[in-house]
């Protein structure tokens, strides 16, 4: 079995929670990490028992025992922080949304293309069991068309307007931060919608604290999606059949509930509780993409990330979300 020494840029929160599931995999080794604070790096690296702390991105990227970066830092950092990575060889799984328009993801998927190296964006629920499961329903036919998909994500968070969920600066707002899931749920399950249309809630800095969207098909089904960081909806999707109902239902924790009601027979309920964090399903696709030579994931290829991307700056348009100097 090939290991793969992994380097980690930021030791935020979701840096922490990759780093527990990441530890479950055998062919991981939790290499290095790089922050822009020495000190910060060398608690990251003692609470992981990882063998090099650097105080800088560029001093972790030049390390040339790193095999691959996995990039935790704030939205409007990832560009800059990609093409840091991959221009020092490294390959990169990147935090979503991997950037805040379509015209720089494309600059990453270039520059990762032209490079040769895996790319890819940590969309982490189409690896989890029970999405996996979902899709087997649907891939298998049983279920019908879809026809149509109700998703929503939210949660209360206390307005800050320093901090990453509402300072645009560091690319704030509901949409791209859990807008992205019930949105992907529907590229996922019913492909690219032929139009959007998007109402916002904006914030005193700009970034918006509500969105709901609805998606059209030019088949005649639609979808629709809403979060918030002010209503506490939590996190599920539905997905309306032509023989069945399905509901992804997820907690912040992981912990997943499937409910799948076939018509006429007596609905199903499948509880899926992935160890460590689930975080490693991920971390295990962009292992096996390299030991087969691949530099896309087939579950999330570059072309899905341009599609959900594509789609977020329709939503944004639509709802007057802007983000200064990326539009
Ligand atoms: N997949 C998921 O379930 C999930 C969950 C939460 C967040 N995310 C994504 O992960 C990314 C990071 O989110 P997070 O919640 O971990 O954020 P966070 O706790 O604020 O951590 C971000 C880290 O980025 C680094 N950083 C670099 N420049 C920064 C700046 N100007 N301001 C603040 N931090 C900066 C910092 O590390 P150093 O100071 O050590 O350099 C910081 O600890 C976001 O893109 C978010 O969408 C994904």
Redesign the pocket.
Known sequence: MRKYNWGVL??????R?FCHSLHLLENAVLYAV????QE??DD?ARDFNMHHAYGS?EDLVSDSSVDIIYI????T??LENTLLCLRHGKHVIC???LSINAKEVRQMTDEARVRGLLFME?L?PPFQPSYIKAREIIESGEAGKVLHMRGKFGFNTEYDPEK?TYNLG??GGAV??IGIYPVMDILQFMGVPDDVEAWSDISPTGADRSTAMMFRFNDGRMAEAYCSFNVPTGISTEINCENCNIILERSREMGQKLYVDFHGREPEVMMFTPSGMG?QFEAAEVMRCLDKGLTESQVVPHSFSHNLIEVLDLVRSRAGIIYPGHD
């Open positions: 930021g030791t935020g929160n979701i840096a929670k790089g922050s822009r604070d910060r790096a990251f991105y935790a830092t704030p939205h950092y990832h935090e979503k949304p940590a982490w990453r560091l690319g791209l931060d975080y």
